[in-house]
């Protein structure tokens, strides 16, 4: 089944730029996606791209995608402190249902004000 | 747009009890997931709902938990008897069929001591 993996922790200053990096083990996937999740809160849908697109730009957020490594990253530019919080990279798996994400174990961002 | 409701948002219980959490996800969202979120790690799917009907419940352990969403929108979570290892964070999510994107509830945070 569909593998996902993340660094833990990434800590930036205010105003810096924050990439936060994930891989994934299905090639198969369509669409890939970054959620966020606040202290005590459920997850948010913060983007995603399709499988097809290198890039896509949403605001502050540019979500890369490198098909060939498997790798997608999220960048978040000029960071703010209200983004402190856990990102997760969610892929579609392949279990017996449709429509079903694995998430990787999430990226804690800190922001230094 | 109302989100996906999920009651109670803590429960402490003792091992050996019984625990039942509710959901009650966005109006016509056809498709219901129960995840349970472990400290530290991403949420990982216990079952999927389509209606009324159970797509994948493949992942739940069967010789304790239970689900159902007997009228295809509001569905309940029961853990009989509780373990230790059942501390968690349950997310429920719903979304529209086909559709990745789901919208995720605070969810119910488990404590078994």
């Known amino acids: 089944g569909e593998d996902v993996e993340q660094s833990l922790f990434l800590s930036v200053r205010e105003g810096d730029s924050s990439v936060i990096n994930c891989t994934y083990t299905?090639?198969?996937?369509?669409?890939l996606y970054w959620y966020k999740q606040e202290p005590g809160a459920g997850l948010q849908l913060l983007t995603y791209i399709f499988s097809n697109m290198d890039m896509k730009q949403d605001q502050r957020l540019t979500v890369l995608l490198n098909k060939k490594d498997k790798h997608l990253s999220l960048r978040i530019a000029d960071t703010q402190t209200g983004d402190s919080a856990i990102y997760f990279c969610a892929a579609p798996s392949s279990g017996a249902g449709s429509y079903q994400l694995t998430f990787g174990k999430g990226t804690k961002l800190s922001v230094i004000p | 747009e109302a989100g996906v409701a999920q009651s109670p948002r803590y429960k402490i219980i003792e091992k050996r009890q019984s625990v039942a959490f509710w959901c009650n996800p966005i109006?016509?969202?056809?498709?219901l997931y129960w995840y349970q979120q472990i400290l530290g790690q991403g949420p990982k799917l216990l079952i999927q709902?389509?209606?009324?009907?159970?797509?994948?419940d493949s992942q739940l352990p069967k010789d304790r938990f239970s689900a159902e969403r007997l009228k295809g929108v509001d569905s309940t979570l029961k853990i009989q008897p509780a373990k230790l290892e059942d501390s968690a964070v349950y997310l429920c999510?719903?979304?529209?069929?086909?559709?990745?994107?789901?919208?995720f509830g605070s969810g119910t945070r488990l404590t078994v001591v």
């Open positions: 109006s016509g969202h056809a498709t």
């Open positions: 299905d090639s198969s996937s369509t669409y």
């Open positions: 999510a719903s979304s529209f069929t086909g559709d990745y994107g789901y919208t």
């Open positions: 709902f389509q209606n009324n009907g159970v797509v994948d």
